[in-house]
């Protein structure tokens, strides 16, 4: 499936956040377009392909990987941080709860991420019950602020800025790649050139990663 | 017709399991009397069988050369399978192998050449007195046969079943070939696979009774008593102020949040099946009549997800409205999934009633308490749901009355061999997750070394798919009927702990693998993860049952 579209880079992007916060719906709102109220919970870690344009002719193929929320499964799922390039913080607008724990998945991210550079992206989920609401925009905004990274609130049932959120997201990580900040190497799957980038060498993104990042390109054409 | 089958089977493998039998006895006759009955209820299954092929077949009243035909078409496949049945007198074919025995699969497909031959070849047609009869009727018969051989395995079961001491070793090999559907011969052959029943027949009564007085103990300390007790001061809980950490309440509220994510799984369980979503019969009567100050699981999960989400009291009763009026609006939204239980969908939330969720949410509150310690993880939820499925669906109205305390006790005695699976301190030790996967990947190495290579190339570790397949045991992957069936062979081999899944989920791997040969990381992963629900799950047992006789772990 994949390899009939070209595409100049992959992300591989973790979902992460408390239980029913609508992790697993939110993927399924962006990658096939459909609302599911309850879907089974994700036990362990599930995984799903998106193709994005982040910048006209430029296309971004995300994997994504949605984890189990609970406590029991992060040891589990603490091996899939360290080759992700991008982590979405969820959290449920209506569940107060589920916000006081962000800095938690955010502090385990950080740690397990390292030594490679992320990129974060906090989401309120659920915002069509907008009547149910406990956390208030302003709140999810200053959080985002106080540990410098991007929010957005979004719904998966009526999809409002579900697809947002995902470009943004990889938009972030594309630009801090041509500004030489993350980079392109072996032996982590954050982030691989695509097979179009391989082939054509004139194409602009590789332009600019050359530029940037000349010490090892070719070796992730797979 | 039969001839060549017959003589076929006298060149069978040997059995290497006759070399653990106990020597037989000189005076012992060859031809016992096991041996005569199991003659003659398969004469009497044939006879019968192509009787009422023939019965059916001449209900215009005369004798036509198709109805003699379809007959006798009927009269020797039912002797083909019956050949296929005696190759062995204690193991079901699988487990032999339907391919073990080259001569016999040779004669058999002889035997079905010749017969088509004598239906279809003009010549033959003339001296058989047949006529060619069409494919529907060909079907027809293989049903009516697969019928005959259903109802013998029934009989099997019954007679098995019904005997003062039931027979495990025997039970054990006839359960995992599967379980029919009918008569709740499944769900009694779990409890006894689940050693919740004795083999004595005998005890059963007096045990039941005791055990479910038990569990009625275990609703009252667990639900009731600390109910009541906090419905006394919930008045004083609602004052932000008063959240002291006295260490009661602590536990109280550590509690209701078990209680909450158990309730939000219970939910979903299942939801292209109404059934879970349908009132039972038979709500915990203990629970029903308390008064009303008592605080049942159904007002806790109210009350605390308020108490846990609100923080000022002026908004609490705006809360209260939402909360009110949020609940048929989700009803509401089953009901559109599951029309079989349209009428009833309003009674589910009424006092006095309870979905079948609702059962389960109980049982897995009280394990969970029962068992603080593992208390209650995601997933728990896909392991109860099928076995509580089966035993509140028994056409048996006693065992279906105590289809929740049994359920308890089955589930009970299945998570001592699974909750390493579910305990985070065991991941790292030999019988926990990450050592089961760990397994399966180096059976795989013997079963398929091509894709086990792949994978290995692709770095397509088995945490990423193999995580679910192993811990929910295969429930989240194929519709219920499969899971059910699934189960019947897992659990018949449950006492090597499980080993049978490992060999089902490289088999589930091996019926893909042309596709992962071809396939990407992400191809693979997704097909892995989503694996194809329709698959025929027989396929996949089949499949397993060889590689389990080929490779030994």
Sequence with gaps: MDNMYSYDYQFRLIVVGDSTVGKSSLLRSFCDGVFSQDPDPTVGVDFNVRIVEVKPGVKVKLQLWDTAGQERFRSITRAYYRNSVGVLLIYDTTNYVSFTHVTSWLNEARAQIQPYHSVFLLVGTKIDRESERQVTTEEGKAFADFHNISFIETSSKSSLYVQEAFTMIAREIYDMLTEGRIHVQSGWDGVKTGPKSANSNQSQPIEIAQNVQPRRNGCCSS | ?553
Excluded at chain 2, 118 to 136: G, N
Excluded at chain 2, 335 to 356: F, I, P, Q, T
Excluded at chain 2, 377 to 382: C, D, K, T
Excluded at chain 2, 455 to 482: A, C, G, I, V
């Design chain 2, 1 to 553: 017709m039969d001839g060549p089958p017959a003589q076929s089977l006298g060149v069978e493998p040997v059995d290497h399991d006759v070399l653990r039998k106990p020597p037989r006895k000189v005076t012992d006759a060859m031809i016992s009397k096991r041996l005569i009955i199991h003659m003659v209820t398969s004469a009497a299954v044939i006879v019968i069988g192509t009787l009422c092929v023939f019965y059916a077949e001449m209900r215009d009243g005369k004798v036509t050369p198709r109805d003699t035909t379809m007959t006798f078409t009927c009269f020797v496949f039912f002797d083909m399978f019956n050949a296929l049945s005696c190759r062995s007198q204690t193991k079901f074919i699988f487990e032999i192998g339907l391919f073990s025995n080259r001569f016999f699969l040779v004669a058999v497909f002889l035997s079905i050449v010749g017969q088509l031959a004598v239906i279809y070849f003009p010549p033959l047609q003339y001296v058989f007195q047949t006529e060619a009869i069409s494919l529907t009727d060909l079907t027809n018969i293989n049903r009516t046969i697969r019928m005959a051989l259903y109802q013998k395995t029934m009989e099997e079961f019954n007679k098995l079943l019904k005997s003062d001491t039931i027979d495990l070793k025997k039970l054990k090999t006839l359960a995992f070939n599967g379980c029919p559907t009918d008569s709740g011969i499944r769900s009694l052959t779990w409890k006894i696979l689940l050693n919740y029943l004795v083999l004595d027949r005998t005890k059963w009564a007096l045990y039941l009774s005791k055990q479910r007085e038990l569990y009625r103990g275990y609703i009252r300390e667990t639900i009731i008593k600390p109910g009541l007790q906090s419905s006394c001061q919930s008045t004083v809980v609602d004052h932000p102020l008063n959240c002291a950490p006295n260490s009661s309440w602590a536990a109280y509220f550590k509690e209701n949040e078990v209680l909450l994510q158990i309730d939000k799984d219970c939910r979903r369980l299942c939801p292209d099946l109404s059934f879970f979503q349908c009132k039972t019969e038979y709500p915990c009567a203990e629970i029903m009549n308390q008064e009303d100050g008592f605080e049942s699981l159904r007002k806790r999960i109210v009350s605390s997800s308020l108490k846990v989400e609100s923080r000022s009291q002026s908004r609490l009763t705006g809360r209260l409205e939402i909360q009110s009026n949020n609940k048929p609006s989700h009803q509401k939204n089953n009901s559109s999934l599951n029309s079989a239980c349209d009428d009833n969908e309003y009674e589910v939330l009424a006092a006095g009633c309870e979905a079948h969720w609702e059962v389960v949410e109980r049982i897995l509150f009280v394990y969970s308490k029962l068992n603080s310690g593992q208390s209650y993880v995601q997933g728990m939820n896909e392991i109860i749901g099928p076995i509580y499925y089966t035993f509140a669906t028994d056409p048996n109205v006693e065992w279906k009355e105590h289809a929740e305390a049994d359920t308890f006790y089955c589930f009970t005695s299945l998570m001592t061999h699974l909750r390493e699976n579910f305990m985070k301190i065991y991941d790292n030790s030999e019988f926990g997750i990450l050592g089961r996967m760990q397994k399966f990947l180096s059976l795989l190495n013997k079963t398929d070394k091509e894709v086990y290579d792949l994978f290995e190339k692709q770095n397509l570790k088995p945490e990423f798919y193999s995580f679910r397949w192993l811990t929910l045991l295969l429930s989240q992957e194929f519709h219920l009927p499969d899971v059910l069936r699934i189960w019947d062979s897992l659990f018949a081999d449950q006492d090597q702990n499980f080993q049978f899944l490992l060999y089902l989920c490289c088999a589930m791997v091996t019926l893909q693998r042309d596709q992962l040969l071809n396939g990407s990381q992400a191809q693979n992963i997704r097909l892995l993860q989503n694996y194809p629900p329709d698959t025929d799950v027989h396929k996949i047992l089949q499949k397993a049952a060889e590689l389990k006789r080929i490779h030994h772990l």
